[in-house]
Structure formats: structure tokens, C-alpha cells
């Protein structure tokens, strides 16, 4: 049974960073490509950023410089940091794992950024 569980969202002070974590399972995760989308209130669900097998890394253009993905094979487990979490990126943020025409979801983790 596949399995993304995310983890690490909450209240976020102003400058105040935070990591988002999504640990893979009932997947052979180092063979796939893997995603951070996000979901706000009223909004339809948006890409955030992005990591290839080999670690090749790509960013939505409100991403770059403040967010960052990343990937650990032995954790099974990708990663985003965001910087300065600002109030406009309260939302639903969901891990997404890809290969050839298969996708998987997580459940989503809640970030709300306070003023």
C-alpha cells in the first residue's frame, strides 16, 4: 500500500522558517519524481516546487528565493523549507510522487502564516 504521510505544518510567526516533511512508503522512492503542491482557501490547488530522481530542482515563480525542496533517498522522505512564511501562504500543502503515468497524493499538512 503506498503511502505519503506529510508532517511539520502549524503556526508560523513572521520570520520564523518552517519544514515541511513527506515520508514515502510501498514505494521504491529513489525512482520517483517528486512534487510540493498547495491548496488555499477558495483557490484551486497550485504547484510549489519540485525534485527529479537525480535531485534536478524547479520552482513556481512565487517560490524562488523563499521556498526550497529537497530530497533524502535513505529517509525516503522529501522536504521543502519555507523562509519568512508570509500570511499569503496559509494553505493546504500536499507531497505528490510521480513515475511514468502513475501519481500519488498525501493527505496534506495545514500552514497558516500569521501576520
Known sequence: QVQLVES????????VSLTLSCTASGIDFS???MAWWRQAP???REFVAD???TSLTDYADFAKGRFTISRDVNKN??????FNPKPEDTAVYYCAASRD???YWG???QVTGLQ
Not at 522522505?77 to 519555507?82: A, D, E, K
Open 8 to 15: 511539520g505544518g502549524g503556526l508560523v510567526q513572521p520570520g
Open 31 to 33: 525512482s520517483y519524481h
Open 42 to 44: 477558495g483557490k484551486e
Open 51 to 53: 525534485i527529479s530522481r
Open 77 to 82: 522522505t522529501v522536504y521543502l523549507q519555507i
Open 101 to 103: 503515468f502513475t501519481n
Open 107 to 109: 493527505q496534506g499538512t
